[in-house]
């Protein structure tokens, strides 16, 4: 079933054959970009067993709404649990019906990519497993690009701001919004420099206090404390004026902090 074949009609029928939670793991995955099977066992199928965790992942392959990547992760062992999914062209349309513009056509993103954009996701997997517990209330997630900010640069240009998310959560009577830096140890102190850099410009245009009413903390989570030091070598080498806009953490502490929970 391709796209070119796939007309109005047919996208109807395969619509109503599709259940609520189909469209669930369509949603997510349009949210997110990618996800590893085990990722969405977790948000969807978690108190179902693994036959029918795999069978309705396979069935949404197999009617090509996803795309089961050729790579997996955590080598053989990991079973059909290490497979990646992304979504399809047609499951794009599925959620857009009354959208006709471009879409993303999938690919097989090289192994950087993939290791950085499934921990954005398991962040948020982590926040939604913490909100159905009740222990907060997780208003907004928003993954890359959608959640980029455009803001007017120097010499009347448009410059851009890329976090990897944006977050808003509620937690009793307070309500916190966040900006996401999933750190992974690649990138050299210059290059953190200029995104800092970027951070403090977007803060200083007024844009994002206009249109929200605050201006959210940017959370720096790193892979271990050597990492951790240099992100916070960093962020101490900017002006004074902006120390207070960045936190900086171990991934594992990150849903925690956003959470409002003491270590």
Known sequence: MTRSYLTSERLARLVDQLSERDLAVLATLEKVRLASAAQLERLHF???ASQIRRRALLGLANRRLVV?????????????SGYLYVLSEIGQRVLNESHDGPRRRPTTPGVSFIRHALTVTEIYVR??????KGRIELLEFTAEPDCWRYFPGRG???????????????????EDSWMLEVDLGSESPSTL????????????????QASRGVFPRVLWTAPDQRRAGVITDCC???????????MVTLFEGAVGLMSGETP
């Open 156 to 174: 009347g240009g448009r410059a851009v701001l890329k976090p990897d998310a944006f977050v808003r959560i509620a937690s009793g009577e307070y």
């Open 193 to 208: 420099t200029t995104k800092l850099d970027t951070y403090r410009a977007y803060w200083s245009s007024g844009t994002e």
């Open 127 to 132: 926040l939604v497993e913490r909100a159905r």
């Open 68 to 80: 089961r990547l050729d790579r997996v992760i955590g080598g053989v062992k990991a079973g059909s």
């Open 46 to 48: 978690a108190e179902d």
């Open 236 to 246: 101490g080498r900017q002006p004074a004026e902006s120390w207070s806009l960045y």
